[in-house]
């Protein structure tokens, strides 16, 4: 059950993030003639959908090293 719920939540995140990204697109273009609430809040939460991305889902994110070289071993790490 908690597998599912977090499949459905990643579902979620991810359509939420695509559609801001949509919208803003539309609006930097030019596309959008008459603002809705919907508009402005897939706007205003795309900087909050981007972070999420980018501190938690991304392979730049807090703690990873998924781009870094290995460490050499009796290296010990520059501060």
């Known amino acids: 059950m908690r597998r599912t719920g977090m499949i ?3 579902f979620g995140y991810a359509v939420l993030l695509i559609e801001a990204l949509r919208t803003a697109n539309a609006w930097y273009h030019g596309e959008i003639e008459s603002f809705g609430l919907t508009e402005w809040l897939l706007i205003a939460a795309l900087p909050v959908l981007a972070l999420i991305w980018w501190r938690y889902l991304s392979p730049f994110g807090k703690g990873r090293g ?3 070289l ?10």
């Open 66 to 68: 998924q781009c870094l």
């Open 70 to 79: 290995p460490e050499e071993p009796g290296k010990r790490k520059q501060e």
């Open 8 to 10: 459905l939540i990643g």
